[in-house]
């Protein structure tokens, strides 16, 4: 009998760097992949097709091609201070082409003052930590074969 890894799918220790492409785009940074580019107002997003490679890099917020990065929180609430940073990456995706309907994460490499996403590497698919309102409510029916 062989046996095979359970693959939790939750978030790595909060020390590992990680790159998380969501549903439909938005590139999100732990705490410990956000410092590695200095903790930047904005980013740019870089696209090496031949070797499908992503690079986030630090920018100013007046540049053309800047994204802006916010920490995740309540909308209206003050800033967090620590935390996920979230990136708008919609267009971005559509760009490189690449399938957003499940989120996945990887652990990116840095070289020099950028965050490097190899799409060649396995990713890990993210299971969303929120229930829908049928299913906090308890409404959800088992299917059944009769």
């Known amino acids: 009998m062989g046996f095979k890894v359970f693959e939790k799918g939750s978030a790595p220790a909060p020390t590992v760097?990680?790159?998380t492409i969501q549903k439909r785009g938005?590139?999100?940074l732990n705490e410990a992949a956000f410092a590695l580019i200095d903790e930047p107002e904005a980013v740019e997003f870089l696209w090496d097709e031949e070797n499908r490679l992503i690079a986030i890099q630090a920018a100013k917020l007046t540049d053309p091609n800047a994204y802006p990065t916010r920490r995740q929180g309540p909308a209206g609430a003050k800033p967090q201070k620590k935390g996920i940073v979230l990136i708008a990456g919609t267009m971005f995706t559509k760009f490189i082409g690449i399938d957003t309907s499940v989120a996945k994460r990887w652990v990116p490499d840095r070289d020099g003052n950028m965050l490097i996403v190899d799409l060649k590497k396995p990713a890990q698919t993210v299971a969303s930590n929120r229930r829908s309102a049928d299913d906090a409510a308890g409404k959800i029916e088992e299917d059944t074969d009769e």
């Open 17 to 19: 760097p990680t790159v």
């Open 26 to 28: 938005m590139f999100s």
